[in-house]
């Protein structure tokens, strides 16, 4: 959540900055503002509601300069207002900071800031930072970051800029996201490479606890204690042409549409000659494959239900006891895990709160963590044993759509690895079940080509406030992705159940006319699903089945069918999870709503 972009250079900072906070957008927020500095003086514009807006506020303004820093807030202290949006400032107006995350210990600082004579403007905690700055700062702004850090609590990343110093922003970062953006002659700081790719594609992440002074003639990175620490960059392998709409209305649609290519990019490179797996990134010998004993699969959101089908394909596969559970609980149970655990930390940006907690309590109980994730140098990757990427690209609508897709490629991915390596599938198994993935994307494409009759469903539906969703087996993990989509995407009522326990109380809900949503490709417990669609259609549901070509058992009792082409039960997922996105993308938007923004939502969930 939350967007942050810091710049020096030679170019207008304004329009650099309000690029980068455009391209972050996706991130979720509710107010913006800059602040440039030009002539010693500190020019800051900040405003509710969307960037549009702030735009709008600077007008026709001039607000020249060559340093700038910017930001996308998502309200956490105080709602949502001008006087809240950030930059915050000090008393004098030198200091300006941005802000992600939050200061805990902020009311008792507060206390300490209006004994000594301060006035608060706002009711964020951002802006404590900046009444500290005003008080400490002695001509060096970067240590007197070091020395505030040191006394705040919480999670935060900060960029300061202060009128005083007219080629330096500083920023600092605890637990939360920030990248640094290498240039010639310009350097930039952001919440992810995204704020800056338009200008380049040379990077290096922050690591924790640590203070970086941006200059145009270069960067320096220290620690809290002001020692200079090394660190290694990388290349960002797409452009800004990735992160544009490419023609769609929304950015979910195009991405949705990008499913195939980002499930060939999820398994490029990781077949070898002889058909069998290469999976380097684990950085696990043989011997620590075949020590495993157990396996927990954590993340939050859709992440948790691409590690629900993980667990399928993990048990099934490599023969081991697996536990899928939402990361914001794991810590809090006491789990019983050790040297011989595996956890398997899935997670898009690198970034979530929730599952970087549970890599960190799974750390320090020795167990062994694999991240799971899109973006390299993320947090979560860097402070777990191995990270498997899954190379899906930039993904800038809330709402999950490649990211899950190419999360359950990866849990595929892992759980033929382990059964390769562990024996419990003999080569020409493993060959097979990975031929059978490989032709996946291809089965992608052939159901987005079909999505006419899916589109026409959404209209149909546009109206209703609730929705259920039923599946078995790795259905029910696409029954509560396709519920979370719609409550996400259009505001309605929908909720995902287990089919076999609709009976055991959510049958309750069902009404005439409910439309139920049942995900029944063809599968061994087929004829219990067919059971469940006359259960729910006797009591006057609308059933909606998704069904495999050619299977006629559901027909008599399914008032509309969607198709999808035949492939293993196992890997279903990634062909019925497509229908259940575009209906929900398209009732949204019959709807008038913002498909790629979603009231209350942000793309990483940064805070706890």
């Known amino acids: ?28 927020y509710d107010s913006a503002g800059v602040a440039i500095l030009h002539g010693g003086r500190l020019q800051v514009e900040r405003k509710a509601g969307k960037l549009s807006n702030l735009e709008k506020e600077i007008g026709e303004k ?69 009444h500290l700055v005003e008080e400490r700062y002695d001509g060096d702004l970067a240590a007197t970051v070091r020395s505030i850090c040191q006394d705040l609590e919480g999670s935060f990343v900060l960029v300061i800029a202060h009128q005083d110093e007219p080629d330096l922003v500083v920023a600092a970062r605890r637990n939360l996201p920030l990248v640094i953006g290498l240039g010639e002659g310009e350097n930039f700081v952001g919440s992810d490479v995204t704020a800056f790719i338009a ?55 195009k991405e949705i549409e990008e499913q195939p290519a980002a499930i ?45 089908v993980g667990k399928y394909a993990l048990e099934r596969w490599a023969r081991l006891p697996v536990q899928a559970e939402m990361a914001s609980e794991f810590r809090y149970r006491d789990p019983v895990i050790g040297r011989s655990t595996l956890v398997i930390a899935v997670s898009q940006s690198g970034e979530t709160a929730d ?29 777990s044993d191995a990270a498997l990427y899954t190379r899906g690209g930039p993904e800038v609508a809330v709402a999950s759509t490649k990211s899950v897709m190419t999360q359950i490629t990866a849990m595929y991915l892992v759980g033929l690895y382990l059964a390769q390596v562990r024996g419990t599938r003999d080569p020409d198994e493993v060959r097979a079940h990975l031929a059978d993935l490989q032709a996946v994307p291809a089965l992608v494409q052939e159901v987005l080509d079909r999505m006419g009759p899916v589109r026409q469903l959404a209209r149909e539906l546009v109206d209703e406030e609730r929705v ?64 469940n669609v006359q259960e729910v259609r006797a009591r006057g549901a609308r059933t909606i089945v998704i069904a495999t070509d050619g299977d006629e058992s559901v027909t008599p009792y399914a008032d509309t069918i969607i198709r999808i082409p035949d492939t293993k039960s196992l890997l279903t997922p990634l062909l019925t999870i497509v229908p259940l996105q575009v209906l929900s993308a398209e009732i949204a938007r019959a709807r008038g709503l913002d498909v790629d923004q979603p009231r209350n939502l942000a793309k990483s969930v940064t805070v706890e």
């Open 264 to 308: 060939r990019e999820t398994l490029g490179g990781r077949l070898q000659e002889d058909g069998l797996l290469h999976l380097d990134e684990l950085s696990m010998s043989d011997q620590d494959i075949r020590d495993i004993e157990q396996v927990v699969i954590v993340g939050c959101g859709s992440a948790y239900h691409s590690g629900l």
């Open 355 to 383: 599952t970087l907690e549970a890599v960190r309590h799974a750390r320090h109980l020795r167990a062994k963590v694999l991240a799971v994730t899109n973006t390299v140098g993320s947090t979560i990757s860097r402070e």
């Open 468 to 531: 259920l969703f039923l599946g078995r087996h790795v259905g029910y993990p696409m029954a509560l992705e396709g519920a979370l989509k719609l409550k996400e995407l259009a505001y309605i009522g929908a909720e995902g159940f287990p089919a076999g326990e609709i009976k055991h109380g959510p049958i309750a809900l069902v009404e005439q006319g409910t439309p139920v949503i049942v995900i029944a490709p063809r599968h061994a417990l087929q004829a219990k699903l067919v059971n």
């Open 199 to 253: 200008h380049t594609r040379e990077a290096r992440a922050v690591e924790q606890d640590q203070v970086v002074e941006v200059r145009r003639s270069g960067v320096t990175v220290t620690d809290l204690e002001g020692n200079v620490v090394e660190g290694d960059s990388y290349h960002v392998d797409w452009d800004t042409a990735a992160a544009e709409k490419g023609g769609h209305e929304f950015f979910m649609l």
């Open 1 to 28: 959540m939350c967007g942050i972009v810091g710049y020096v250079g030679e170019q207008q900072a304004l329009e650099v900055v309000l690029g980068g906070l455009r391209r972050l957008e996706y991130r979720g």
């Open 62 to 130: 001039s607000l020249p300069g060559t340093l700038g820093i910017g930001h996308t807030r998502w309200a956490t202290h105080g709602p949502p207002t001008d006087r809240n949006a950030h930059p915050q400032v000090d008393c004098a107006g030198k200091v300006a900071v941005v802000h992600n995350g939050t200061i805990e210990n902020f009311e008792v600082l507060v206390r300490g800031l209006e004994d000594r004579g301060h006035t608060r403007t706002s009711d964020t905690d951002t802006e404590v930072v900046a």
